[in-house]
């Protein structure tokens, strides 16, 4: 186990991501010496800028928060999908063994096939449904046959008010302009708060876990439901969510009916409504004329 007070840092890719700027963020609140790089100064599905980076850099362990993230996109787009997710994070666990790194890589909740009606555990049976899930499976046997020291966290269907790009920032955004906001309602998810799984997984990066973890906050939510107590936390009209089917949205990409994700490890994370309740302290925080540098997260 590795602490930190290490003179290395740990090496972050996909700088520039929803990942890659929490890891950055949340290393420096603790003190964690990190360094980010984006894609010109890494390329992960490029062995030789693999190796240049952790020959330059030395760290203690790499943290691989780059990847293909367009669930439907991938459909007609896999070869692409399948370079950033399935090659990229196999070459990292071949250099990261060669050089004696720690790895942490993040798969999704999307390998499985929504058959179950209670929570999956790391143990059960995964079978993807799409050509985004089945890129993240091959990666999780690619690593783990590889390195097996590796970190592999699944999780699931990200919030934070640190960037933009996710579902709780849009529904609010939408209810504030006095907008409508449809949501899924036969879509069964476990929403993931985005410094909660940050902070957990550099623990169990710290501590040398290995193997595959579920992170996600605690609570099954519909996307309508997560819509709807994210807008009754903010004090605002759950009236302006509209509840359809996930048909109806023309999504290329199928997705599973029920993913939500369980651990044989316990609890790891609080429950959702916390996170939504810090997701809106950060929110008036970064509002401010001068944000403050720690937020709550």
Sequence with gaps: MLNNL???PVLITGATGTLGQAFRRVCRIRGLHAVALDRAALDIADAISIDQALRQYQPWALVNAA???RVDDAETDAARCHRENTTGPRLLADACAAHGVQLLTFSSDLVFDGQQATPYLESDLARPLNAYGRSKLLAEEAVLARLPSALVVRTSAFFSAWDAHNFVHHALSAARRGEPFAAADDLFISPTYVPDLVNTALDLLLDGAHGRWHLANQGTYSWV???????RVAGLDEAA??????????WAARRP????LGSTHGPLLPD???GLHRHLEDEHLLSLPHPPAILVG
């Design 257 to 260: 009916r029920y993913s939500v």
């Design 67 to 69: 990847g293909y993230v």
């Design 225 to 231: 439901e997560l819509a709807r107590l994210a807008l």
């Design 272 to 274: 959702v409504e916390s």
């Design 6 to 8: 290490s003179p290395n």
């Design 241 to 250: 969510v509209q509840a359809r089917p996930a048909a109806s949205f023309g």
